[in-house]
């Protein structure tokens, strides 16, 4: 039996024709895996064996029979807790939805278990998926698995965290801000935030509406390109997917990069960005060089603004989203004599401090008399970055700097000033912002033995460029640099 | 001080969240923080801007629009169950409305 630690789709795929190992082996595995290092490292707040092993014996059933395969056959993966499986508890990492089981399946969990795909769990994340560290889950932090005295990122440092520890092939994350892309730069594995609307949202449950996606962590930006084309795709029930038609994000993939130009923006190397992370960033981008691009200087002068457009539109979103938890339909209810004094109790005892002072923030910034100074200032200004980006595109094929100004840093290191930690979300939230796929690819690691992600953003829909430019940088050694 | 405490009081009501003292005391140096802060958007000139609420998705060959037909969910008594204080087929709360 193959026991090497890191399992790809690939190789799954192989062993299980070779009948080297079962799909229900496989899946035991895993299961031991987490079993050993859960405690530690806290990734996962739910598991679902008998899930798991229902569906790798519909695998091994098909093998069997001698059937044709889909092609997430017996792949085990983990899901983020903000993302809806029927029956499997969902928290969103918050007290306020303890013990609530969703009565349906998200359109991306659907496709991926017709796909084959094994749900092994769900994990842990910062509250509502509100953090850069997931210290903010109300059932306690995650560990990094590369360096566990450090944040893993966030908020899905679950997912990234279980891909990197190999206790998943794969996982699916939610980026708002940058909740997909930073944690994968922190734990060293590739992640990708797709299009605003290129991965259906149903089931996934909503922070900020207008800028919440799915995106997959893997070991592998061929796996990342895998599981896009099974999750990709129009959703009748979400009116924002898209229908524009999926490609098959497997077909380019090690193709030459003879002749892109990658725009390399001056505003993202100001200050803040830590020295070792500017280091191995230039070293990537002296990598794609290398590999047959063409690196162009350019500008784009709104980047400074789009941390204060995000909070601003992001805080509001939030503000009307999470009205929902009252103590009415799901979660523990505090008792009140009225119903206001329950819907405030329940609240005020379920919620977390960062998801209560973004609620807060939220109200404030739509609150009547100000309105037009903060939300619609905000909205401008998002436009003004989208037009950075079109016009970045008319020269460029492709955006590239880092991920995150910082690499994975110590638990509670930054917890004290909440401005603080939002400031390092500068390098993703300007692409949350634009609506356009950006994926983090590992780009060497500090002295210190922390992992750095380059980002590479694509146009919107641009999905095949920016895994295209990844995969071709992942095998030319852009780990090791 | 962009924020007082009363601020942070008002706002908590709207949301309908109840803080402690000690919350509404960091929350309103948070808070002050960040729409100072945020205050740096008044650098840039919108005016003639328009605001972008939704960022634009690819052309639909439907508009996004799905036909009006009733589906059954059947999922009411598992709704039920994870609710807090259920009575099929209803969920139970505090008298609202005085006799």
New interface residues.
């Given amino acids: 039996m193959n026991l090497s630690p890191t399992w790809t789709i690939p190789a799954v795929r192989a062993a299980l024709e070779a009948r080297r190992i079962s799909a229900r082996e496989l899946v035991k595995e895993f299961y031991s895996r987490i079993e050993k290092r859960n405690v530690e490292l806290n990734i996962f707040l739910a598991l679902s064996p008998e899930r798991a092993y229902a569906q790798a014996d519909r695998t091994d059933a098909a093998i069997a029979a001698g059937d044709a395969l889909p092609p997430l056959a017996g792949v085990p993966m983990a899901v983020k807790d903000v993302i809806s499986t029927h029956g499997i508890p969902t928290t969103c990492g918050s007290r306020v939805l303890a013990?609530?089981?969703p009565?349906?399946d998200a359109t991306a969990v659907e496709r991926l278990e017709r796909a084959g795909a094994v749900i092994l769990g769900k994990t842990n994340c910062d509250e509502f998926a509100m953090g850069s560290s997931n210290e903010n889950s109300a059932y306690g932090p995650v560990r990094n698995p590369v360096a566990t005295d450090h944040v893993p990122g966030g908020s899905s440092g679950g997912s990234a965290a279980a891909v990197a520890a190999d206790m998943a092939v794969f996982a699916l994350g939610t980026d708002t801000g940058g909740s997909v892309r930073q944690p994968g730069s922190f734990c060293g594995v590739p992640a990708l935030n797709p299009s605003?609307?290129r991965v259906s949202r149903y089931g996934l449950i909503a922070y900020a509406s207008?800028l919440d996606r799915i995106g997959p962590f893997a070991h592998t930006v061929r796996d990342v390109a895998t599981v896009m084309s099974v999750i990709a795709g129009?959703d009748?029930r979400d009116?924002?997917?898209?229908?524009?038609p999926v490609p098959d994000y497997l077909t380019g993939l090690g193709k030459p990069l003879h002749g892109l130009r990658i725009g390399i923006p001056d505003d993202y190397f100001g200050e803040g960005i830590d020295a070792d992370v500017r280091k191995k960033t230039e070293a990537g981008i002296a990598l794609l060089e290398k590999l047959g691009c063409r690196r162009v200087s350019i500008r784009m002068p709104?980047t400074?603004?789009a941390?204060?457009?995000y909070?601003?539109i992001a805080t509001a979103e939030a503000?009307s989203n999470l009205?929902r938890y009252?103590?009415?339909?799901?979660?523990?209810?505090v008792?009140?004599?009225?119903?206001?004094?329950?819907?405030?109790?329940t609240?005020?005892?379920g919620?977390g401090?960062e998801v209560?002072?973004r609620?807060?923030?939220g109200?404030?910034v739509l609150?009547a008399g100000y309105y037009d100074a903060?939300y619609?200032?905000?909205?401008?200004?998002?436009?003004?970055i989208?037009r950075d980006f079109r016009e970045a595109f008319e020269k460029v094929d492709a955006i590239v700097g880092p991920t995150s100004p910082v690499p994975a840093f110590r638990l509670g290191e930054r917890t004290a000033n909440?401005?603080q930690m939002?400031l390092a979300d500068i390098y993703t939230v300007t692409g949350s912002?634009?609506?356009v796929p950006g994926i983090s690819v590992p780009s060497g690691k500090t002295p210190a033995g922390l992992p750095v992600g380059l980002q590479i953003y694509g146009p919107?829909?641009g999905e095949e460029r920016v895994l295209h430019m990844a995969h071709a940088f992942e095998h030319a050694g852009g780990k090791e640099l | 001080m962009k924020?007082s405490r009363e601020?942070?009081l008002k706002?908590?009501a709207?949301?309908?969240?109840?803080?402690?003292d000690a919350?509404v005391d960091?929350?309103r140096g948070?808070?002050d923080?960040?729409?100072t802060?945020?205050d740096?958007?008044?650098?840039?000139d919108?005016s003639g801007?328009?605001?972008?609420?939704?960022?634009?998705?690819?052309?639909?060959?439907?508009s996004?629009?799905?036909d009006d037909v009733v589906v059954r969910a059947d999922?009411i008594m598992?709704?039920l169950q994870?609710?807090?204080?259920p009575e099929a087929p209803y969920?139970r709360?505090?008298?609202?409305i005085e006799k």
């Fill in positions: 013990g609530y089981s009565p349906y605003y609307g207008s129009r009748p009116a924002t997917s898209s229908s524009a709104n400074e603004y941390v204060a457009a909070y601003i503000s009205a009252d103590g009415v339909r799901y979660g523990p209810r008792p009140g004599s009225t119903l206001i004094e329950m819907y405030q109790k609240r005020g005892h919620f401090p209560k002072r609620i807060v923030l109200t404030y609150s903060y619609l200032k905000g909205q401008k200004v998002r436009t003004l989208a909440p401005l939002y912002l634009a609506g919107a829909f | 924020i601020d942070v706002v908590a709207l949301a309908n969240l109840e803080l402690s919350e960091s929350y948070h808070l923080d960040i729409l802060y945020i740096k958007l008044n650098e840039i919108t801007v328009e605001p972008l609420t939704q960022v634009v998705v690819a052309p639909t060959d439907d996004g629009l799905r999922v598992e709704v994870g609710a807090p204080d969920f709360v505090p008298r609202v």
